[in-house]
């Protein structure tokens, strides 16, 4: 039966109609060997057909794997390399005055805190002088307000109380929610201008922020304020 099938197509045809065991695996894989023999123009363009779409059909994710081209590769890396190492955002000029802003900001954390040692250590007219440079050389820089605030405490125990109380009202506006001008703005409310709400309301900001401001050890220890500010807490604290 194989033979007979292998040689004639029509007689394949026929067998297939007719044979009760058409069904039979090795009859079908005659028909496919006849048909590969003599493929038909048709038949080639669905083979190529059915080929392209199992390409297409593949995932990428299979795609996405194949390994790259090393030689491809590695010049792509050092081609990038090399435009990064090339491309410099800044000209000389911005270079330079970059440099020299570092060194303005690092001279005046140094001043900074030089003046606060000083305050630390009871030396109240040199931390002054300390503090007041920083903030008329470096009036330009953030940090100048954080040397006012040192500046109005020592002026406090040393200097002019109103001037001193003036500029803390001052800074407790352009350094609003810095919980030690607060504190200390509302001492010398209380003490020296005999105005209790204000104090309270500035009392308030600054124990929201830091409840370390009810603690006079903290105030006198950790802040290092001077004795006549640490004076004027506890008074306004025991509303005495």
Known sequence: MSSACCSSPKSSSLLLRHHPAAKFRPLLF???IQ???????ASLK?????????????????LLLLPPNPTTSSSSSSSAAAAAAAFDPLTEAE????????????????LLDLA???????????ALLYFTQVVKDYKDLALSEYARVGRALVLYEIGDRDEAIAEMEDVSVSLKGYPEIHA????????????????????????????????????????HWPPSLVSS??????LS
């Open 35 to 41: 048909s590969s023999q003599n493929p038909s123009p």
């Open 233 to 238: 807490l506890q008074h306004f604290i025991t």
């Open 116 to 126: 606060r040692d000083l305050q630390a250590q009871g030396d109240f007219p040199r």
């Open 184 to 223: 200390a703005l509302a001492a010398a409310l209380y003490a020296d201008k005999h105005a209790p709400l204000l104090a309270e309301n500035q009392f308030a900001i600054a124990t929201l922020l830091d409840p370390h401001y009810t603690d006079l050890s903290y105030v006198k220890e950790t802040k």
């Open 30 to 32: 005659c028909i496919q």
């Open 95 to 110: 270079r330079s005055a970059s440099a020299v802003l570092d060194r303005r900001v690092a001279d005046a954390v140094r």
């Open 46 to 62: 669905r083979t190529t057909r059915r080929r392209s779409l199992l390409v297409l059909s593949l995932p990428l994710s299979t």
